[in-house]
């Protein structure tokens, strides 16, 4: 008997092995008009479930005839291809995507609880040959790449789900019924030894006419999918309840029909316990399909947002047409208190428009003409009419939902470890079942054999990878939902998931710190000049002029309501400033040497000037009529929450690094300004993801947030870049997270989104692999020696239902969760706290540390050895003894590769550390926009 049940565990053990992990049939390719197409039955799993064959650079195009209803495979997610699509249940839908490099690459339902495979081999430019394709008679829809501004498939989410609660419903609602007779009959007489139980309902027979239908009706959706997985050769949480409640049914009919082959002793029915089962799991399921119909609630919100409708203007006439008719160049009319159909450019009218919806921005943003709208805002007061710029897939409403989609389909690290788990969860979890039976069967207590089936059934019921398979992706989708609501568009889990890691965080300076646009900041007079008077004469002055910096003081004049007078005898002095006549007088603005050689003292403006200077500003001074007369100041100027942002971040362990091309001086002013002590000045835009590098080998985890074509590759080195949704759209594309509304205080809310995120996975991930690991042993018997405790196989089923329910209700937790309010109040002058921040000069090569005394420290910094420099232009190595030019500045030289980096520096020697030389422009540090 010992070596019989022994060895019949061992060969059960062997082909179990081979079953689930030996070699298995692998479905092949064809080829139709350069396209790799492959077929997959979707039912109890996918059919075949690995494929082969797959060409690297050869677009790929899965037809999945999906020929099964219910949530579990409504979705196909393929996170390394960014797929992430519905399969409407008994409809073929193709999936495309392409394949660019060689590798194994896993497709899994929406909650990962069924997986295939695909192995993509060879060369890119060697394609497979051609076959003869077979026809297809099923409904196909489009790729979910063409799809645009569709819903995706959430229709038919909705729809299927919807369905699918009203027949779970139906099954739990009779099985209930069916099983209460004889589950409350067996309890009274076997717990409390009732005897006003009447026979009949301990009649065998009576209780399998009762849960007969329960068995074969209300658990057929669990039986179907289970037997279809095994099929297959591979399992899931239905096999093992189909194995467990088939194991107990079946041991009951043959008590039932043929008792005298068993022992007196043996002949115990489970038929109640197979209806209490069978019922709490479809009722887990329910419960669980009801929780889960939230985490879907971002996408729906966002599909919401369109209008269905576009009030156009054709032909001098006003239609209102379906907004998927709407194409570029249409001009839209609007309304107050209508939404924008379609993303375009203001050519009429004026208005607020309330963009919280996309932007995570509660302040309505004021839009005229030249101004850019973003489809689904709402219009307040005014009325308007824009230019389609972009419409159906390529609005930016339908690139968050494509964003949102993608990052709910993508693998978070963590996952890829609870998927490693899964894969050999079921079939280790038979094979301990497999043991349980054994073992109990050469020890256990009479009856043996009831005994034994009672442990291995409580064994299959009580494992539970529906939660584990849950865990990750349900606290991701939610996750990444909730972000898109606050204006943070997370590309991928993995990025969602480091976030939370991040322990440097490297700031670019124009455009996100500051608003990246010159704006005029001060005006400052001497004598008896009038303020308005003397601003209006410069901007009248500064007019005629390109200088971009020129244009910041018109515009500085023009929203003051200051009339410019006409100019005559205009002149642009090269490197000094600008002159003219304005009302009968002669006007100059530039930098000191303008006035010093037209005669005029600067001595009373100096102060003022070298002031506004070290606060970051670039001053311009101004005489009248051959006098002193002023200081008007253009800088970049602070966003609102900037020094708010810094703040929070730095109180949750982060240190903030600015990093700009600005020099030292006007780096630190920034810096000082919003509380950041740590700066890198002088950055060549080449060498920014060098200066990310730099710091990752210090061993930190860092952030990248930017807004400029040069911040694209510090975003893509960083270990996640965040760029501002208002920059460039190669910098979106280096991203892993876009801020939609440019403000700082994004950054924080994709940090506290993170962290909230991954401790919700992390929560999820401990509720089921409590149960099982807690579970598993239990019901196996291992408490019964000791405490003569023996799980009933309904007590795990209750378990195996509260394990699933537990996940998805923990997991839609995330759905109440807000960002912290952080203060957004207008930038103060100075800052609340001053700090000193310590200044490194960027570059490739070790550089000097600069704080603000002007002392030099070795840390990082450019090299000043006798055998090579730095041009400060270019960033570019120089040999004194071959260099092309130079420059002296008191005891220091400056070498240049070329004379036309030596005239840059002579155009503007500010901008490379030197702001006071004889050869400075008068149009100090400030750069251009997005050129730092």
Not at 86 to 100: D, G, N
Not at 148 to 169: P, Q, V, Y
Not at 205 to 220: D, E, F, H, K, Y
Request: hydrophobic fraction near 45%.
């Amino acid at each position: 008997m010992l070596w019989l049940v022994i060895g019949g565990a061992v060969v059960l053990t062997g082909l179990l092995l081979w079953f689930f992990f030996g070699p298995k049939r692998a479905g092949k390719v064809r080829i139709e008009d350069g396209v790799q197409v492959i077929d997959v039955t979707v039912d109890g799993g996918y059919n075949p479930g690995v494929i082969d064959g797959v060409r690297p650079g050869m677009p790929v195009r899965i037809m999945f005839d999906r020929r099964e209803g219910g949530e579990c495979t409504s979705r196909v997610v393929m996170s390394d291809f960014k797929v992430n699509a519905s399969l409407p249940a008994y409809r073929t839908t193709a999936v495309e995507f392409t394949p660019t490099e060689a590798g194994e690459f896993r497709f899994a339902c929406g909650m990962n609880m069924v997986s295939g495979l695909i192995r993509v081999t060879g060369d890119p430019h060697t394609a497979p040959t051609p076959t003869t394709a077979p026809e297809h008679h099923a409904q196909t829809t489009a790729s979910p790449a063409a799809t645009g501004l569709s819903t995706d498939g959430a229709d038919d989410d909705e729809a299927e789900r919807a369905a699918e609660i009203g027949d779970l419903t139906r099954r739990v609602t009779i099985g209930a019924i069916l099983t209460a007779p004889a589950l409350i009959a067996v309890m009274a007489v076997e717990l409390f030894g009732a005897t006003w139980v009447p026979e009949i309902l301990m009649s065998p027979w009576l209780q399998l006419a009762l849960i007969a239908p329960v068995m074969l009706w209300s658990g057929w959706p669990i039986h179907r999918v289970g037997w279809r997985a095994l099929s297959h050769r591979t399992a899931d949480m239905n096999s093992l309840i189909t194995l467990g409640t088939v194991a107990a049914f079946g041991y009951s009919l043959v008590v039932t029909f043929a008792p005298g082959l068993l022992p007196e002793e043996l002949r115990q029915v489970y038929f109640e316990a197979v209806g209490v089962i069978i019922t709490l799991i479809l009722l887990g399921r329910l419960l669980e399909t009801k929780a889960k119909a939230g985490t879907g609630e971002a996408i729906r919100k966002l599909i919401g947002l369109q209008p269905r409708t576009a009030r156009v203007l054709r032909d001098d006439t006003e239609l209102e047409i379906p907004v998927e008719d709407v194409v570029v160049g249409d001009v839209i009319v609007i309304r107050p208190g209508e939404k924008m159909p379609v993303d375009g450019e203001v050519i009429h009218g004026s208005s607020a428009v309330d963009e919280s919806m996309v932007t995570g921005e509660s302040i309505p943003a004021a839009k005229t003409v030249g101004d850019t709208i973003i489809g689904a805002t709402i219009n307040a007061t005014g009325a308007l009419r824009y230019v389609a710029t972009k419409v159906g897939s390529d609005t930016m409403l339908a690139q968050i939902i494509k964003l949102v989609r993608e990052a709910q389909g993508s693998k978070a690290p963590i996952q890829r470890l609870v998927d490693k788990v899964s894969s050999y969860f079921v079939p280790v979890v038979i094979i301990i079942a497999v043991w349980t039976l054994a073992i109990w069967l050469l020890v256990g207590p009479p009856p043996v054999f009831v005994f034994a089936l009672v442990a291995a059934v409580s064994v299959l019921i009580i494992a539970c990878p529906c939660a584990l398979g849950l865990a990750t992706p349900m606290s991701i989708t939610v996750g990444t939902g909730k972000g898109a609501e606050h204006g943070i568009l997370i590309r991928s889990a993995e990025a969602l998931e480091t976030a939370h890691k991040l322990d440097a965080i490297i700031l670019d300076k124009t455009g996100t710190i500051t608003k990246g646009v010159p704006t005029l900041t001060d005006v400052a007079t001497v004598a008896a000049f009038d303020e308005n008077q003397l601003l209006g004469w410069v901007a009248a002055i500064e007019n005629s002029s390109e200088h971009p910096l020129a244009a910041a003081i018109v515009t500085g004049a023009t929203d003051r309501g200051l009339t410019l007078g006409e100019v005559t005898d205009f002149d642009s002095v090269t490197g000094q400033g600008v002159r003219g006549h304005v009302d009968g007088h002669d006007v100059l603005v530039g930098n000191r040497r303008l006035l010093d050689e037209n005669g005029i003292s600067t001595d009373t403006l100096q102060p003022l000037h070298d002031a506004l200077a070290a606060g970051g500003k670039t001053p311009m001074l101004v005489a009248v009529d051959g006098l002193p007369a002023g200081i008007v100041a253009v800088a970049d100027t602070i966003k609102d929450g900037s020094p708010a942002a810094v703040a929070a971040l730095q109180a949750r362990g982060i240190e903030v690094i600015m990093m700009t091309g600005d020099n030292r001086a006007t780096a630190a002013a920034i810096a000082s300004q919003v509380g950041i002590r740590r700066v890198v000045a002088e950055v060549m835009p080449a060498h920014k993801a060098a200066e990310v590098r730099r710091l990752q080998d210090e061993g930190k985890i860092v952030g990248m947030v930017g807004d400029g074509i040069n911040d694209a590759p510090a975003l893509a080195q960083a270990d996640v870049g965040s760029a501002i949704g208002t920059g460039t759209d190669v910098a979106i594309e280096s991203s892993d997270i876009t801020l939609i509304s440019g403000a700082l205080s994004g950054v924080v809310t994709a940090v506290d989104l993170s962290r909230a995120t991954m401790r919700n996975i992390k929560q999820n991930l401990v509720f089921a692999f409590l149960y099982n690991t807690l579970g598993i042993p239990i019901a196996a018997g291992l408490l019964y020696p000791v405490f003569g405790i023996l799980l009933s196989p309904m007590v795990a089923a209750a378990a195996m239902a509260l394990s699933s329910l537990s996940v998805v209700t923990n997991a839609n937790r995330l759905r109440r969760w807000a960002p912290h309010p952080i203060d957004q109040t207008p930038t103060p002058v100075t800052p609340v706290t001053p700090v000193t921040p310590v200044v490194e000069i960027g570059g490739e090569t070790p550089t000097t540390q600069h704080h603000t005394t002007g002392k030099d420290t070795p840390m990082f910094g450019k090299k000043t050895t006798a055998t090579a420099q730095i041009d400060p232009v270019c960033g570019m190595k120089v040999k004194p003894a071959t260099a092309a030019a130079t420059r002296t500045i008191g005891e220091t030289t400056i070498y240049f590769c070329s004379t036309h980096c030596a005239e840059a520096f002579d155009a503007d020697p500010a901008r490379y550390g030197h702001p006071h030389t004889d050869g400075e422009h008068h149009h100090e540090p400030t750069p251009a926009p997005h050129h730092h």
